[in-house]
């Protein structure tokens, strides 16, 4: 499709897993942003792609969470040792631009929870 | 640091009526962005609107409309003829302008409820 695909759309783990979440960004943009929505929130900025690089991570809570974008296209949030406190759907972006304003495209995202 | 204030957790609001969706905002960065989307139950989060901190007139995209008050730090979203698809929930969202930090940061959210 043309949208962003996030994969898996629901994931249930147990506390102490690795997982991994992947994005699919609208072909051609070189931004790439991971959120995280808790039940009732709105979304927590996590991590900002420009291309390859991570340009901004300092919303990363801790150092189990870590984030690639090898090709500068797909990329991929991992989590190890889950947490029960872990659970919420994490959104993924992509926009055309960089620093400049560019409308976020959102995907539909992937719903963790840790059992 | 950055804040996005929503007041209103629910709103109902009828049919073809106008309703205003409340947001404030507080930044010591002169330059930002303000930002609308929508979250329908699909989860997948839409922009609506956008108003940059230096423009001087109010933005406005087909029938939403975001009322920029500078002084005030706030920035409601106005939509106009509600219809029964706008049943959902709403985020206002502020990115600051430095090079570098394209992060957004929303609120808490309001659910509208549009009723026949």
């Known amino acids: 499709g043309a949208g962003v695909s996030q994969t898996p759309s629901n994931k249930v783990t147990e506390k102490g897993k690795y997982v991994e979440l992947r994005c699919d960004p609208i072909?051609?943009?070189?931004?790439l942003y991971w959120y995280r929505q808790s039940l009732g929130q709105g979304p927590e900025f996590l991590i900002y792609?420009?291309?390859?690089?991570?340009?901004?991570d300092s919303g990363l809570p801790n150092d189990r969470f870590f984030a690639v974008r090898p090709e500068g296209s797909v990329s991929t949030l991992k989590i190890q040792r889950t947490e029960r406190g872990d659970s919420a759907v994490y959104l993924c972006?992509?926009?055309?631009?960089?620093?400049?304003?560019?409308?976020?495209?959102f995907g539909e995202g992937s719903r963790l929870t840790v059992l | 640091a950055q804040k996005i204030t929503q007041t209103q957790p629910g709103m109902f609001v009828q049919e073809k009526e106008a309703v205003t969706l409340d947001c404030t905002y507080d930044?010591?960065?002169?330059?930002?962005?303000l930002f609308w989307y929508k979250q329908p139950s699909s989860g997948e989060m839409i922009f609506l609107i956008y108003?940059?901190?230096?423009?001087?007139q109010n933005a406005t995209e087909g029938r939403y409309s975001l009322n920029f008050q500078k002084a005030r730090k706030s920035a409601n979203l106005v939509i106009s003829a509600s219809q029964l698809g706008d049943s959902a929930m709403y985020f206002c969202?502020?990115?600051?302008?430095?090079?570098?930090?394209?992060?957004?940061?929303f609120g808490s959210g309001t659910r509208l409820q549009v009723q026949p």
């Open positions: 108003q940059g901190s230096y423009d001087q």
């Open positions: 930044t010591s960065d002169p330059s930002y962005g």
């Open positions: 072909s051609g943009h070189t931004a």
């Open positions: 972006a992509s926009s055309a631009g960089g620093t400049e304003y560019g409308e976020l495209f």
């Open positions: 792609f420009q291309g390859t690089g991570a340009a901004d």
């Open positions: 969202a502020m990115s600051l302008g430095y090079t570098g930090r394209r992060a957004l940061t």
